[in-house]
């Protein structure tokens, strides 16, 4: 079981920035992919940025060139930096890890949520 704890959100203006961390615990052999989805007031979850265990990254087109997603694979944590944020941006965040455990099972697991809020 993997636990997965969210941090960094809150409240800036348009045109600021956020770093929301998310790190992982419990037991499990390794962890794959980690990412970061979203989900506005009446919205549907959607993708955010991923980044496998050897740093290839995707990013959705809405933020491309604003968020950078990182990891630290020895602390088992994910970073997000949000930049030049808007209020479209506003949402509850949440971390995502597709982690293996030590009998070889596929263990997806989801954070708690963190909330960013944008004003404008």
């Known amino acids: 079981q993997v636990q997965l704890v969210e941090s960094g959100g809150g409240l800036v203006q348009a045109g600021g920035s956020l770093r929301l961390s998310c790190a992982a615990s419990g037991s499990f052999f390794r962890i794959n992919t980690m990412g970061w989805y979203r989900q506005a007031p009446g919205k549907q979850r959607e993708l955010v940025a991923t980044i496998t265990s050897g740093g290839n990254t995707n990013y959705a087109d809405s933020v491309e060139g604003r968020f950078t997603i990182s990891r630290d694979n020895v602390k088992n944590t994910v970073y997000l930096q949000m930049n030049s944020l808007k209020p479209d941006d506003t949402a509850v965040y949440y971390c995502?890890?597709?982690?293996?455990?030590?009998?070889?099972?596929?263990?997806?697991?989801w954070g708690q949520g963190t909330q960013v809020t944008v004003s404008s």
């Open positions: 995502n890890a597709d982690s293996v455990s030590w009998l070889g099972r596929g263990q997806p697991s």
